[in-house]
């Protein structure tokens, strides 16, 4: 592995005594779609959030490019080249589109404390070219709070873009969305990946999404690594089928 | 000891009448997330009812049976208000269902004043209660002891109540999570009004179970007010055994603070509050609430627009007004429109941080009185020139704020608002106590303007021009990164955190920056009456700054102006008739049913198509 | 559009309201009178009413200078700002020629300050603070009632002879409260050197937590208590002191107590043999009162209260302000305030050229249940001329015109 990836060792949290993630340990190189999955419980938020900054861990460290993320912010990760995106979407409800989008470039930008510009008009450009990017920029000036879910996930996309991420951290990229928007979705996430050279870690129950577009597949079961690899070889591993597929088909 | 044990039971006996009132409170709000002001009138109207009943029915059983009628009769008054009233609202944006709850409280002073009269009426000693006994050598009244045998029975009840029956179990149920009642398939509105019945029973009780002790009289309503909403929050809200266990401790810690530091009667419980809202966020015994709890109910804003030319020109026309009125208005209106415009900075600073921020300050007076103290004592200590003085105010205000609001900030929804009250209630005890410096309650007499100001007309533009500009600057600061940053993190903490903003600190920023210009305000106002005295900084003007904002429309940038210009313009008008709080609570009630998104808001939804406003649904 | 109408109504209404309306008719003479009338019904009620008795008799007996007297009274609702702002109201729109009234000490206090920058003659009837003709007196603002402390002085005289050691004190933490105490600590020193202040309790103004001061008090073990709560807080107080034995085998001395504002709502909870000041109207019979009490009685079907003979007052100095003053020019009006002389019910009064303040008196005696009722006994007159500071004290505490 290299200095440019995302490198986690050793991680542990527990609540109160209850273990949600145990002796996590795992690489993800510049450039690569991993997908981390497992049945509900099994640590995937946890772990997420960890890596965000929004938790702390109990133990174990996480490496981005060589700097330790552990017991920095979540704006200092973001700071570092992280980009998130949630589960459920979280954008600005009461601004348009475009402005989700240089929100994000504003901070990225150290303009917050601005208090002369009108902010509408900072950063335009390049917010509709991140729009552009993602199939929104015909809806730059609609409210988000009117959009349809798959174009806010696309939205999140773009804001997540913004302070040009090495790594991108998807929470179910495509929860909530028809079949057909998925594909697209994920479509359009394998060409950002591949345009712009980073790397995404990103949980998804929709094995089919998951058996599709990863490059590389870890599995949690309560906490622990089971299994890591190749879509092919995670499909083919006995514990994984009989612990996840099996109850997932159950 | 026996005076220990006495006064420790002293303490318990008006723990009781306390508790007695705040779990009315706590129930109310805990279901139904109103803030509920009409619950101190309901407490007033109980001991009044209460106290005539006395009057018809003897002895023992007539007594308790008058105290039990009296709560009844409050219940019965109160499922009317919420059935004609907060019914039609509950949809309304976020603490709206606060002003419907400010109508009826002018209503019922009006009233009460009417049928009872303005003398204070001091209940006769409850039959069969009326001596003491003698615990170890000191004498205890037994009508204390009977008041917290009556707590006991209540805290009982409540808990059979809740965790016995279905009734109590769905209450219970719609406090932590409200989707919860309407996935039950309960019939909401029943619960509701309910709830607000055994709310205000409770309330009503407490103030019937008091007239033994004190008795009824026009300022019961306001004076018990602040101590239930402490009692409430640092129980946390809608826990029964956290109200009680907070009264206990307010209560104790009044009883025995009075004798190592009698001074102590003003700010002891508001410091408490403050102490244990920074320490335990949710109170004693509450719960964190879930995200979006206290969030925006209804649609979410539009999106800002700069004014379209038709709203820009009737922008220009008003001000045009404003500046040719010195040439034909008396100087009365001169001095009724200055109150509009100070005022109308002030519940823009509101406005500012509760709207776009999604910060509720139930405590602006703070930073409005804050600053008006600011300039009164730095003129009147070092003789400063009104020129630099008038700048203190904002700078006073602004500093204020960041120390509080360093705190503030770090809690959310009603915990924010009621730790914005405690600090405002701190800043006032210690300028009420605090004479030798501020006057105490006699005020700083003799700040007027630079005699270049000293016509009512130049005062006036001096006015218009920071007021006016005042509110511009506000209005502009929501179309900067700064204020775009702050709506940001209202709209969405979780993204603005993962996208690199510091949302506690562009909150903090935020809030100062609002406190500053309730401090611009402040300095207004203290050059144009002369003088300042602590009710700039009490709990009664941060509500009216509140109302004006509230009655305006929270989600219109227009908004705190027409509010805060209606309010003054109609309480200029009506305060000069009798019974003139008769007709502004009704026409509160009015506006509110008529307009549930507020005035400006009202003009939005019916011309806004006319100002060029886009919707897009 | 029913809506549309109210609006269209109310920009009238407002328009109108921003041009103002014509200043009173040249026949009539405007005082501007205010009072907290919702916020102390109860004493801004009696106090109307011999206002509005004196203007009545004025101008029945041919008014002032050949013109009508015609009172606009207002509510301040106990708020300094809401005062100002009427005050403001009164003088430019409705055109009075100067202002009167209100309870509220800092109320008063802050419409001094409005008199003093405006060049306009207030009268502050009914407020009590020593501030008013001392600290923050002015040319401009006279005082009809007597003030805290000549009122705790009256009750030293009796207080001395009680010759008691340890006194508590008990009274409203605000400004009033703290002027009483600090007055009657300062004289009783002076006439009793050996005295020893042993407890210090201070209430919070109408929620007072009465069981816990009571027993603050017994434990200081006093000799003699001094009480200047008053209103809902003495009601309470009196109650848990008789029940918790406080008041046994002690000496108190009370302010105010005696007023029928203040006692008739205790009923048979009123203390007994407290040493107070008060108005009893039952037992005044005098040249002055007895046609006042007459009048009074004719006309409202009631007895009067104390502040009844404030409001009453209040008109009868306004009276002969303007008639010594021969105009309603301000500055006239305040030269001839300045050693006014008139009579009261109580009876004769002056304003003293030094303070501005009157020398209106007050009764003081003993508190007995009579009938189920408190009563003030053996209520003699104290001339409010003989409680003042010595001159040298007040001119130093008065700050320059």
Not at chain 2, 201 to 215: C, R
Request: aromatic fraction near 12%.
């Amino acid at each position: 592995m290299t200095d440019m990836g995302l490198a986690v060792r050793s991680l542990e949290k527990s609540f109160g005594g209850v273990i949600a993630v145990n002796n996590l340990n795992f690489d993800l190189p510049v450039g690569q779609l991993l997908a981390l999955i497992g049945p509900n419980g099994a640590g995937k938020s946890t772990s997420f959030n960890i890596l965000n900054g929004q938790l702390k861990p109990t133990s174990g460290t996480v490496k981005f490019k060589g700097v330790e993320l552990v017991g920095l912010s979540p704006k200092e990760i973001w700071r570092h080249g992280v980009g998130r995106t949630f589960q459920i979407t979280a954008t600005y409800a009461s601004m348009t589109v475009c402005e989700n989008v240089q929100m994000a470039l504003l901070s990225y930008h150290r303009r917050l404390y601005s208090l002369l510009p009108i902010a509408a008009r900072l950063y335009r450009e390049e917010a509709l070219a991140l729009l552009e990017h993602v199939g929104m920029v015909d809806q730059e000036n609609r409210p988000c709070s009117v959009l349809a879910y798959g174009d806010l996930k696309r939205v999140e996309l773009a804001v997540a873009l913004a302070n040009n991420p090495t790594l991108l951290l998807m929470d179910e990229p495509t929860a909530g969305m028809a079949p057909k928007e998925r594909i697209e979705l994920m479509a359009l996430t394998n060409k950002i990946v591949n345009e712009r050279g980073i790397s995404v870690l990103f949980t998804e129950h929709d094995m089919d999404v998951v058996f599709t577009h990863a490059d590389r597949i870890i599995v949690l079961d309560r906490g622990t690594l089971v299994a890591e690899g190749t879509p092919e070889e995670v499909r083919n591993d006995e514990h994984v089928r009989r612990i996840y597929l099996g109850s997932h088909h159950a | 000891m026996g005076f220990y044990i006495v006064q420790f039971l002293t303490g318990l006996s008006s723990a009781s009448a306390l508790f007695l009132v705040a779990s009315g409170l706590s129930i109310i709000f805990g279901v139904t997330r109103i803030v509920n002001f009409t619950h101190g009138s309901f407490y007033m109207l109980g001991a009044f009812i209460a106290y005539s009943l006395v009057g018809v029915l003897d002895g023992f059983f007539g007594f308790w049976i008058s105290v039990i009628l009296s709560a009844m009769a409050v219940g019965l008054i109160a499922v009317l208000m919420e059935m004609l009233i907060l019914r039609r609202i509950y949809q309304a944006p976020e603490l709206f269902q606060l002003v419907a709850t400010f109508g009826p409280i002018l209503i019922i002073q009006d009233l009460a004043l009417d049928i009872w009269g303005p003398e204070d009426l001091f209940g006769a000693s409850a039959p069969g209660m009326d001596g003491a006994i003698t615990i170890m050598g000191t004498p205890m009244p037994e009508y204390d002891l009977a008041l917290i045998a009556l707590s006991a029975v209540v805290l009982g009840g409540l808990w059979l109540l809740f965790n016995k029956t279905r009734w109590g179990t769905l209450v219970r149920a719609a406090t932590e999570d409200r989707d919860m009642i309407s996935a039950l398939g309960v019939n909401q509105k029943w619960l509701f009004t309910g709830v607000f019945f055994l709310g205000s029973f409770l309330a009503a009780l407490g103030g019937a179970a008091q007239v033994p002790k004190g008795g009824a009289s026009l300022i019961m309503d306001f004076e018990i007010l602040a101590p239930i909403f402490v009692v409430v929050v640092i129980g946390g809200m809608g826990s029964i055994p956290g109200a009680f266990m907070a009264a206990l401790l307010i209560s104790e810690l009044n009883v025995f603070g009075i004798l190592v530091w009698p001074e102590s009667t003003l700010v002891l419980m508001f410091l408490v509050m403050a102490v244990v809202l920074i320490l335990r966020p949710w109170g004693l015994f509450g719960k964190p609430e879930a995200p979006g709890q206290h969030g925006q109910v209804g649609a979410p804003e539009q999106p800002y627009r700069p004014l379209s030319r038709k709203a820009n020109t009737l922008f220009a026309a008003v001000l045009g007004l404003l500046l040719v009125l010195p040439v034909f208005a008396s100087d009365f209106s001169l001095v009724l429109v200055m109150d509009m415009v100070v005022l109308s900075l002030f519940a823009a600073s509101i406005h500012f941080l509760m709207g776009p921020g999604g910060m509720v300050s139930f405590g602006h007076a703070a930073y409005f009185g804050g600053g008006a103290y600011a300039v009164a004592l730095i003129t009147s200590h070092f003789e400063l020139p009104m020129e630099v003085a008038f700048f203190m105010g904002p700078l006073g205000a602004c500093a204020l704020a960041l120390l509080f609001g360093w705190f503030c900030v770090r809690r959310s929804g009603v915990y924010l608002a009621m730790l914005t009250l405690a600090f405002a209630q701190v800043a006032w005890s210690v300028v009420f106590q605090w004479g030798e410096l501020t006057g105490g309650d006699d005020g700083i007499i003799g700040i007027w303007p630079s005699p270049w100001l000293g016509s009512k007309a130049a005062y006036y533009y001096f006015t218009l021009f920071f007021g006016v500009g005042g509110i511009m600057v506000l209005r502009r600061t929501l179309f900067t990164p700064f204020g775009y940053a702050m709506r940001a993190c209202r709209d969405s903490a979780l993204r603005s955190a993962s996208i690199g903003i510091d949302v506690n600190r562009q909150q903090w920023l935020a809030f100062a920056f609002s406190g500053a210009l309730a401090g611009l305000a402040g300095s207004l106002f203290v050059y144009s009456k002369g003088s300042i005295f602590p009710d700039e900084m009490s709990l009664a003007r941060s509500f009216d700054g509140l109302i004006m904002v509230l009655l305006g429309g929270v989600k219109t940038l227009a908004g705190p102006v027409a509010g805060a210009s209606a309010f003054t313009w109609l309480d200029d008008v009506i305060s000069r008739l009798d019974y003139w709080r008769v007709i502004l609570g009704s026409l509160i009630i009015l506006i509110v049913l008529a307009f549930p998104q507020g005035i400006a808001g009202f003009f939005r939804e019916r011309f806004g198509v006319w100002f060029g406003q886009e919707t897009d649904t | 559009m029913k809506r549309l109408e109210i609006i269209k109504f109310g920009a009238i209404a407002l328009f109108g309201g921003l041009i103002g309306f014509p200043a009173s008719a040249a026949d009539t003479i405007t005082i501007g009178d205010m009072n907290a009338y919702t916020r102390l019904a109860a004493i801004a009620g009696p106090y109307k009413k011999g206002l509005d008795l004196g203007i009545k008799e004025i101008n029945a007996a041919g008014g002032v200078l050949g013109k009508k007297l015609v009172i606009v009274s207002r509510d301040t609702q106990g708020k300094p700002g809401v005062a100002i702002k009427i005050a403001e109201e009164m003088i430019s729109r409705d055109g009075a020629v100067m202002l009167v009234g209100t309870t509220f000490s800092h109320v008063g206090i802050a419409l001094s300050g409005f008199a003093k920058q405006n060049k306009v003659v207030y009268l502050a009837s009914g407020p009590l603070a020593d501030a008013i003709s001392w600290s923050k007196g002015n040319a401009y603002t006279f005082r009809l009632r007597s003030n805290v402390y000549m009122l705790a002085s009256m009750l030293v005289d009796e207080a001395v002879k009680k010759n008691a050691k340890r006194w508590a004190t008990i009274a409203p933490n605000f400004a009033y409260g703290k002027e009483a105490v600090s007055a009657f600590k300062k004289v009783l020193k002076a006439r009793q050197p050996d005295v020893e202040f042993v407890a210090e309790q201070w209430p919070a103004a109408f929620k007072i937590e009465a069981g816990a001061e009571v027993q603050a008090i017994e434990n200081a073990k006093p000799d003699a208590i001094f009480n200047a709560t008053f209103g809902s807080d003495l009601a309470k107080f009196a109650r848990e002191g008789r029940l918790r034995g406080l008041f046994k085998d002690r000496y108190v001395t009370s302010l105010l107590t005696g007023e029928p504002e203040y006692i008739e709502p205790l009923k048979g909870d009123a203390p007994e043999n407290w040493y107070v000041t008060g108005y009893p109207w039952y037992d005044i019979d005098t040249a002055d009162h007895n046609p006042f009490q007459e009048a009074y009685n004719k006309e409202y079907n009631d007895y009067p209260r104390l502040n009844s003979v404030i409001g009453y007052t209040t008109a009868y100095s306004v009276k002969a302000a303007i008639e010594k003053a021969g105009s309603t020019d301000s500055e006239k009006l305040r030269q001839a305030m300045e050693g006014l002389k008139l009579k009261s019910p109580l009876g004769p009064i002056v304003f003293r050229e030094i303070d501005n303040q009157s020398t209106l008196g007050m009764f003081v005696g003993w508190t007995k249940l009579k009938d189920g009722k408190g009563i003030m006994i053996e209520g003699s007159y104290r001339d409010g001329a003989n409680f003042t500071p010595t001159d040298e004290e007040v001119r130093k505490m008065r700050p320059a015109d």
